[in-house]
């Protein structure tokens, strides 16, 4: 992780917010290549889930809505997170991702650490060593098999195991509080009354824009049951850990479908044909299959309008975690509108000619999380012959060229002679008005074959003396097994058609 943090503020992908000021945790701000790389993705999926299906309709509404909509939706009351604060180190966690693993000493249960998911047993196995000094007891044995292998929730532990625990920032046992309800949804006010009647929301999700839109869009008369609504946008949540770079932000942005579907449909063939599509849509952008797995959320765990949820996990540096969840809503949001707003929620079904509130499949996508995938499985180092015939190692974004920021780069093969620039600037030209591709007359040609290799640029485009001198062929370079080939300008045109825009 911390590699990819750095190639992405070197090469101009993420920047930490407010960086002047030191910084803002949970925002980020995208760079020249995050930008491109981040609207490419969102294009992607626009293509494939708007564009190119017949059920689905697209929106954009307003993050800022009535408030009611969240009284509604169960946010104003629910939405919340079990929060814990170290009274030392004035640090704050989420007590669903903090556990809790026994110390004992020879055979006598003496205490508790407290250490974040994730956690290797290194330092769990630290932080017991610091409670056996703690104690005074250095000659002790300690239990080490049942403190790596038995751990259990911070929500489950009691008053009594909490006093006898070592938070995972403090130096001494007792600093922890008792969990409690953290609201994430950001609050403002709107209009020029300061009073709680002014409260508003920037919406955590936003799929209630959906919802709330729903009669206009089935007014329009296009739509006709299954159908999807697709919203793109920001959402904002006052994540008590904003952590793991831009794997859980502050502020992110989402990609939504609400899918509504008959209340007797057979929701469980179509949640699986949802998640099949969602998987081939991530396989098509770059994502290696076998990096991506299926959390199933137990019957007990979930929300009570839920009928099933499952999470399109990926493995992140950080470990296995959600990347797309994709939930069988029923008809629970729809109906609280109805009953909060007074309007009838209600589908006319000419097919059947019977009148119901639709339920809903619901596959739900973060757009940070989806590129810091793509930057996880881009991102590799293998070993090229240099210039000089020696072997180095190079640093490369496997981008795959639908989303890459730049598409190709082009190179005359020196930058002194006016002839080989102007056909590569005429190129450049002609390429540029298709796709964002690049230009660099400076250094070395293996210096600038790796600088693009860096941000992942697919291919490189040379224009050299049998250019201009012969049949106007150039050299066109593949990124990834830097092999080279001789192709007319007609043929690279073809190729990169069929790379780029090809799936
Ligand atoms: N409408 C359903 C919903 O919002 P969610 O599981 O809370 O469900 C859906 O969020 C997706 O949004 C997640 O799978 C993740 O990709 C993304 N997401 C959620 N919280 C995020 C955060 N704090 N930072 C970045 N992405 C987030």
């Not at 239990?143 to 751990?151: F, G, R, T, V, Y």
């Not at 046992?173 to 950001?186: C, G, N, Q």
């Not at 060229?401 to 006016?418: D, E, R, T, V």
């Amino acid at each position: 992780m911390e590699e990819l943090v750095g190639l992405c503020k070197r090469r101009g992908f993420i920047f930490p917010s407010s960086e002047i000021y030191g910084g803002y945790t949970g925002f980020f701000d995208y760079g020249p290549l995050g930008v491109e790389l981040r609207n490419n993705i969102k294009q992607a999926w626009w293509q494939d889930f708007v564009h190119r299906r017949d059920d689905v309709e697209g929106l954009d509404s307003t993050i800022i809505m009535h408030p009611d909509i969240w009284k509604a939706s169960g946010h104003v009351d629910g939405f919340s997170d079990p929060m814990v604060d170290c009274k030392e180190s004035k640090l704050r966690y989420r007590a669903d991702q903090l556990f809790v693993a026994a110390v004992q000493l020879d055979s006598e249960q003496v205490g508790y650490v407290a250490f974040l998911e994730g956690s290797d047993s290194a330092s769990i196995l630290k932080r017991a060593k610091k409670v056996r000094d703690l104690l005074d007891r250095k000659q002790s044995s300690l239990n080490e098999e049942l403190l790596l292998q038995s751990h259990i929730e911070f929500t489950e532990v009691d008053a009594e195991q909490r006093a006898l625990t070592l938070g995972p920032d403090a130096t001494a046992v007792d600093t922890l509080t008792e969990p409690r309800e953290f609201k994430l949804m950001f609050e403002t006010k709107v209009g020029p009354l300061a009073d709680d009647s002014a409260t508003a929301y920037l919406r955590p999700e936003t799929a209630q824009g959906i919802f709330a839109n729903y009669k206009n869009i089935v007014d329009t008369g296009r739509v006709k049951i299954p159908f999807g609504i697709a919203q793109i946008g920001k959402a904002f949540r006052n994540e008590i850990t904003p952590r793991n770079f831009i794997f859980r932000s502050r502020e992110f942005e989402q990609m939504e479908i609400e899918y509504f579907i008959a209340p007797d449909a057979d929701w469980r063939t179509l949640h699986r044909e949802w998640l099949d599509t969602c998987i081939s849509w991530l396989v098509s952008i770059g994502l290696p299959r076998d990096a991506i797995s299926e959390d199933v959320h137990p019957k007990d765990k979930l929300a009570f309008y839920s009928q099933a949820t499952t999470d399109l996990m990926f493995h992140f540096p950080h470990g296995e975690q959600e990347l797309w969840g994709i939930a069988c809503r029923s008809d629970y949001d729809l109906k609280q509108h109805q009953e909060h707003s007074g309007k009838s929620m209600e589908l006319f079904d000419e097919a059947s000619k019977s009148k119901f509130v639709p339920h809903v499949i619901e596959p739900s996508l973060g757009v940070d999380r989806t590129l810091l995938a793509v930057l996880t499985a881009a991102y590799c180092q293998d070993e090229v012959p240099n210039e000089k015939g020696a072997t180095e190692t190079r640093t490369l974004l496997k981008f795959s060229p639908k989303i890459a920021p730049y598409k190709a780069a082009i190179f005359p093969l020196l930058k002194n002679k006016p002839e080989l620039v102007e056909r590569a600037q005429a190129l450049y030209k002609k390429l540029q008005r298709r796709w964002n591709v690049f230009y660099d007359a400076s250094g070395a040609i293996g210096r600038r074959y790796r600088r693009q290799d860096e941000i992942g640029t697919p291919y490189g485009i040379t224009i050299d003396f049998d250019t201009i001198e012969k049949d106007g062929s150039v050299t066109l370079r593949d990124r990834d097994t830097c092999e080279q080939k001789r192709v007319s300008e007609a043929e690279l045109i073809d190729f990169l058609e069929a790379q780029i825009d090809g799936h």
